[in-house]
């Protein structure tokens, strides 16, 4: 089954204590992408990758790393997180079709993430 | 800088009745504009995209949505709206010179019986 998976689906952690989420993508997708869901301000972009090692930020990338070793994972990565952190994340893909933003993303379940 | 906005934030209409959800862009170029759905405790999920060619656009589970250049809309539409349609949609955008994706705050659709 073509998916995107992502873990932990929960987690609860305290200031400062890293942590990674990964995501990963069986559909041989050259695009992913990681998003925030926050109530009132829909979903941001964080980060995306076009493609093995090549990463690029998105409208909220402060306090977040990313890295794309793999054309299938993509883990976000929090060094120190902090409570204004607290959001739901979001994985997705797409194939990407010559120099536009032009394909449908699939996303992944989601990551609901408290920082204490 | 593009920009996508969802004027509303939640839509009521009966079941039975046609709905539309609205959208409004902003953007340099030419639009990559997109429609999803976001169920209770899910991810989000593709309904449709217009990147060029006819302004009405057929999606999935008998949505489409209308381009309007004049008007840069992008309203989501279905003739006749279904209780289990009740969700939350987003309109999005892909920004023509990156590769990001820019969505707007989401519109709750609540269908009554």
């Known amino acids: 089954e073509a998916q995107v998976t992502q873990n932990p689906r929960y987690l609860i952690t305290v200031t400062g204590k890293k942590l990674t989420v990964t995501c990963s993508q069986n559909?041989?997708?050259?695009?992913m992408s990681w998003y925030r869901q926050d109530p009132g301000l829909g979903l941001r972009q964080i980060y995306y990758s076009m493609n093995v090692e090549v990463t690029d930020k998105g409208d909220v990338p402060e306090g977040y790393k990313v890295s794309r070793k793999e054309k299938r994972n993509f883990p976000l990565i929090l060094e120190s997180p902090s409570p204004n952190q607290t959001s739901l994340y979001f994985c997705?893909?797409?194939?990407?079709?010559?120099?536009?933003?032009?394909?449908?993303?699939?996303f992944g379940p989601g990551t609901r993430l408290t920082v204490l | 800088a593009q920009s996508v906005a969802q004027p509303e934030d939640q839509v009521n209409v009966a079941e039975g009745n046609p709905l539309t959800v609205k959208c409004t862009y902003s953007?340099?170029?030419?639009?990559?504009l997109f429609w999803y759905v976001q169920y209770p405790n899910r991810g989000l999920q593709f309904l449709l995209k217009y990147i060029t060619g006819d302004n009405l656009v057929k999606g999935s589970y008998g949505f489409e949505a209308e381009f309007n250049k004049s008007q840069t809309s992008f309203h989501l539409k279905k003739p006749s709206a279904l209780v289990s349609d009740s969700a939350l949609y987003f309109c999005?955008?892909?920004?023509?010179?990156?590769?990001?994706?820019?969505f707007g705050t989401g519109t709750r659709l609540k269908v009554l019986a």
């Open positions: 999005a955008v892909g920004e023509s010179g990156t590769y990001k994706y820019i």
């Open positions: 997705a893909s797409s194939f990407r079709v010559g120099g536009a933003p032009r394909n449908e993303q699939f």
């Open positions: 559909m041989n997708h050259e695009y």
């Open positions: 953007v340099s170029g030419n639009p990559y």
